[in-house]
């Protein structure tokens, strides 16, 4: 009888060591399941995983203000824009590739030029459409392009339409396309006018459009 119980009390030392032996394997098999979890976490969705991604953005946003810094440079040194009326008359006689380029009236301004091509990007695209005849930068047009949209300044408009166009007229701080009537007044008041009859844009749309392109240079808006 001693000796069945010796063995009896071996067996059940040697099944719980077992159980110990397995429980631990488990709970070590758990915490390390635990710490691959939760360092996937870190370094995707944790503060090194953030800050990797804000280094990249930050090299993305470094890459576009040096192009945006680099173009703008060339814009305001090489530019052929005039407010004269020979200047407009000519327009119509150069190849569709020329480009209009540099500020009419005061030097560029840097810090309104980036402004001005960033704002107009949310213009390029309204309620899903795609509105290539906005010019990407105010400051440097296709001939081909300015040709069209003095094709649209008579327009006609219907009465609502007109309306739309006369509160672009008395709100945009030029009160008008331009500051003045040059080839820009007749480029861009022929896109509003487009703007407005074939896709629905409001006054309100219309005058942001033309507060951000304008192309007379300076610091910020004129207002006349």
Known sequence: MENQDVQKGNQNNSTQQTSNGVNKKLQITVIAIAILVGGYFFLFSGPAFNLSKRSSDERSSHIVNEALAARFDYLSKNGNSSCSASFRGSILSMPDDERLRGSCCSPMSVHRYSEQVEGLKKFKSVA???????????????????????????????????????????????????????????????????????????????????NLSDGCGGDSEHHH
Request: proline share 4%; with cysteine; glycine share 10%.
């Open 128 to 210: 899903g459409q795609n509105i290539d005849k906005i010019p990407d930068d105010p400051y440097d047009i296709k001939a081909g392009l300015a040709k069209e949209l003095m094709s649209y300044y008579d327009m006609e408009l219907t009465l609502e339409e007109q309306k739309a166009y006369d509160y672009a007229m008395q709100n945009s701080s030029e009160k008008g396309p331009c500051c003045c009537k040059c080839w820009r007044w007749y480029v861009y008041g022929g896109l509003g006018k487009y703007l407005i009859k074939n896709h629905g844009f409001t006054g309100e749309q219309v005058t942001e459009v033309w």
